[in-house]
């Protein structure tokens, strides 16, 4: 393998770059967020946990901001375990989230499908079931670039995912309604991307994959996973529409559905770009006669510092509808009143 | 025949942790072919450190105390699939000499067959899945066949032989678990990068050994 040049980073030791990070997010956000005692990678909403309520943590690894602890606030959840950079935190901050986020009710565990993070949080609720809380888990597998569906992997779709479960939660409807509006929103939540460019981990600072100068991988995993097929780049509206019939097949909309629309920058991808997948997307979506209640466009799941974006589409109902619009207030992500 | 204390136990922690130093961007690129591109430094947070809680809290602890130490330093650090899976690996190897102050080349032979044994349960993982149970494996049934009568260093290198043979068979196997999973074909003609490490860790263990029998 040829060496590659080292990409250029903003770093001091990059051992330390995810600590580094939480603390000047510490510092950015202290109406919002706060260190838990109990371990220094569990981030805990300052106002979101309260008795009677069900506890949502999310978590997994570093290099996806404002993905997971971005979304930590009141309406939203209550705690987020940091990993190391693309990698699963190990159970004892999510132990130290669950603490803090259980209201005596229960707690969700929410994350995204991958079997690092499986094991450790399934170590974690073994672990709790020993100091008396309950935890539960659901996973988000909303990457329909992956056909076998036990492993389709959680993606930018989480946004949608996490929102309903945290506003089921603020609403402070039982333990089960939580978990059945969580499963229910992953089940209507259908993300697919592509990378234009690699991503570059701190500690290499070398791509962590190899994609020709002209070339772009549809179907690309938000770690960098090979996706679909790689092929050369193609136009704004030609990779919208191949990512759009994906999702369509899958999802399979009838005339006059609503949706909530994310068109996700994995890291570098300039909100210019994104402007103008999301025009041929409203474009697709009107010819199917499928209305958007809701747009939200920038970085919202990233991939440390990789080129190339991501669509869902969160397919509302009634209920749906009424949890994406219930408000919330994260150190990195408002909605509603 | 040679017998290995505590102090042997810490220096086997210290040469895998400079041997996945070493190996370190080497891992993490077999990894950027098949998967998120961080095995190597997942791999290296990891052992880094166990070497450094072992070089303060280690003197006078028995072998199983070290692993059992090693093992959650290991999984703190670390977390990913390989925390918990080398976390279990530790923690079943600190279970087979529980107890001992020194152990002997039968007890390595029981050491890598429980690594293995807890790495299969953990990740509910087989042979022929392109992981480094794939590695493990046939390490665990190679030292186990070398155990009666098998010196130390007979037994750790026949299964780092079987080991290494192991994961360079994962070349041409499509994967059935873990990330490279999704990628069907395209991962065939890719060692794993799971197999890589743990058959550097056997042959570690093989050097190590060698150091030290008689």
Known sequence: MSPAPKVKKLLNDPDNAVDEMLEGILLAHPDHLVMSDEHHRAIIAKHGPRPGKVGLVIGGGSGHEPTFVGFVGRGLADAAAIGNVFASPPPDPAIACAKAASGGEGVLFMYGNYAGDVMNFDMATEMLAMDDIEARTVLTTDDVAVENLERRRGVAGNFFIFKAAGAACDKMLSFDECERIARKANAHTFTMGVGLTACSLPQTRVPSFELGPEEMEIGLGIHGEPGVRKGPLDTADAVTDEIVDKIFAEMDPEPGEEVAVLVNSLGATPLMELYIVNRRLNQRLKDRDISVHASWVGPYCTSLDMSGMSITLHRLDGELTGLLDHPCDCAMFRAGQ | ?214
């Open chain 2, 1 to 214: 025949m040679a017998t290995l204390n505590g102090a042997d136990f810490v220096a086997l922690f210290q040469a895998i942790a400079q041997m996945i130093e070493r190996e370190r961007d080497h891992l993490s690129a077999l990894d950027g072919v098949i998967g998120d591109g961080d095995h190597g430094v997942t791999m290296s947070i990891g052992f880094q450190a166990v070497d450094k809680v072992l070089a303060n809290e280690a003197s006078g602890r028995t072998p199983a105390d070290i692993c059992m130490l090693a093992a959650k330093t290991f999984l703190n650090a670390v977390g990913a699939s390989v925390g918990p899976l080398y976390a279990t690996a530790l923690m079943r190897a600190g279970a087979a000499v529980k107890g001992k102050s020194d152990v002997g080349a039968e007890d390595v032979a029981d050491i890598i067959a429980a690594m293995a044994a807890g790495i299969e349960h953990r990740g509910k993982a087989e042979p022929g899945q392109k992981t480094m149970v794939d590695a493990w494996h046939p390490a665990a049934e190679a030292a186990l066949g070398a155990k009666a009568g098998g010196s130390l260093k007979d037994i750790t290198a026949a299964a780092a032989d079987a080991g290494r043979a192991g994961a360079e068979a994962t070349g041409s196997m499509v994967a059935g678990k873990g990330r490279s999973a999704n990628l069907g074909d395209r991962a065939v003609g890719h060692i794993d990068p799971g197999a890589a490490s743990a058959a550097m860790i056997l042959d570690t263990i093989a050097q190590w050994a060698s150091e030290r029998a008689d």
